[in-house]
């Protein structure tokens, strides 16, 4: 069975700095996996998503991924925090064609 | 905005109500997922319809229904509503029921069960 593990509920870092939210995830098949982010009072919006080929994933407002098979990970990375980078964000891996979502990292930037 | 809208944004009720979401998928988009999205449960999925027909289930109870329509709308009826039910409902679409496919989520329904 699927799962997706995110590691931390919280991350705060300094604008300027180097964003790394984690996740792992568990999969009898070879996965596909995505990042989404909410805003407050927001729905979900697509980062990006890896299902094959290249496995640095690059995505929306400067994001990107890379999925490491021999880690099961799929940790989202940004080189340079923005303040309106705050948001919580959530790693999801689709085995068949529902999507497993992880329990959220909720992401602050301290000015 | 994602296209997918949802009516309506909150709702307030009481235990042992009944009430009904509605969600309207983006134009083009046969496929709607059902979320709900609580604190202590974090975003779970609930089903997912494709083209009029249930395609999966998630975690539903058997209090909640889902229905797609011909013009591929959707809802979810909450029934014998529990405080435990107070929660963010999403919706979602995709173009196919794919796992490739990204799904666009819709505003959400806050429901709030006195």
């Known amino acids: 069975a699927q799962s997706v593990t995110q590691l931390g509920s919280h991350v705060s870092v300094s604008e300027g700095a180097l964003v790394l939210l984690r996740c792992n995830y568990s999969?009898?098949?070879?996965?596909?996996l995505f990042w989404y982010v909410q805003y407050p009072n927001q729905g979900l919006q697509l980062l990006l998503k890896?299902?094959?080929?290249?496995?640095l994933v690059k995505g929306i407002n400067g994001f990107e991924a890379e999925f490491k098979k021999s880690e099961t990970s799929f940790h989202l990375t940004k080189p340079s925090a923005h303040m309106s980078d705050a948001a919580e964000y959530f790693c999801?891996?689709?085995?068949?064609?529902?999507?497993?979502f992880g329990k959220g990292t909720r992401l602050h930037i301290l000015p | 905005d994602s296209g997918v809208t949802q009516t309506p944004k909150h709702l307030i009720t009481a235990t042992g109500q009944r009430v009904t979401l509605r969600c309207s998928p983006r134009?083009?988009?046969?496929?709607v997922y059902w979320y709900q999205q609580s604190l202590d449960q974090g975003l779970q999925f609930l089903i997912q319809?494709?083209?009029?027909?249930?395609?999966a289930k998630g975690n539903i109870l058997e209090r909640f229904s889902a229905q797609q329509f011909p013009d591929l709308h959707s809802e979810l009826n909450l029934s014998s509503l529990e405080l435990g039910d107070s929660a963010l409902y999403f919706c979602?679409?995709?173009?196919?029921?794919?796992?490739?496919?990204?799904?666009?989520f819709g505003p959400g329904t806050r429901l709030t069960v006195l």
């Open positions: 134009s083009g988009d046969l496929s």
């Open positions: 999969s009898s098949v070879p996965p596909y």
């Open positions: 979602a679409s995709s173009v196919e029921g794919r796992r490739a496919n990204e799904q666009f």
């Open positions: 890896y299902t094959t080929g290249a496995t």
């Open positions: 999801a891996v689709s085995e068949d064609d529902k999507i497993i």
């Open positions: 319809y494709y083209n009029g027909e249930e395609r």
